[in-house]
Structure formats: structure tokens, C-alpha cells
């Protein structure tokens, strides 16, 4: 699955779709796992990731900023909007 995202770890992107969200709580592999999951059945949303260790989310597609701040404060864990 990194290999999806080998193009994502710079800090700046050049490709529009993708967006860096701040999510904070994430203490573990298993709070990723589960923003992940919650974010890919947002209507929109091509790939996700997330890191703990930076408090991050970083989203591939179309889906708006709400419909991921909805998803991600559905689960319990803090949405600070984008990075």
C-alpha cells in the first residue's frame, strides 16, 4: 500500500486532488487504520492516508472538506482542516 502513496510524502504536492488534512487523537497504526476506512466511503475519496505520528491525512480525489470532517469527527477524532 505505501507504493500508492510514494508520490504523496513530499510536504508539496502539484497535483490538485490531493489535500493534507490536520486530524489529531491518532495515537497508533490501529486510529490510522480506522480514519482510513471511515474517509474511503466518502463519495469522492481515491486513496487516504493517514499518520499518527504527524497528525495527518492526506486525501486523493474530489471529496469536499465537509463530507471528510464529518467522517473523521464520526469516529471520534479531531478534524483541524487542512495543513
Not at 50 to 65: C, H, R, W, Y
Not at 66 to 74: C, K, P, Y
Amino acid at each position: 500500500m505505501m507504493k500508492l502513496f510514494s508520490k504523496f510524502t513530499s510536504k508539496e504536492t502539484s497535483d490538485p486532488d490531493v489535500v493534507v488534512y490536520r486530524v489529531e487523537d491518532m495515537h497508533c497504526s490501529h486510529c490510522e487504520a480506522a480514519v482510513v476506512r471511515a474517509v474511503e466511503e466518502v463519495a469522492g475519496v481515491e486513496n487516504a492516508k493517514a499518520s499518527a505520528s504527524a497528525n495527518t491525512l492526506t486525501i486523493k480525489g474530489p471529496a469536499t472538506e465537509e463530507a471528510i470532517r464529518a467522517a473523521v469527527e464520526g469516529i471520534g477524532y479531531t478534524f483541524k482542516g487542512k495543513k
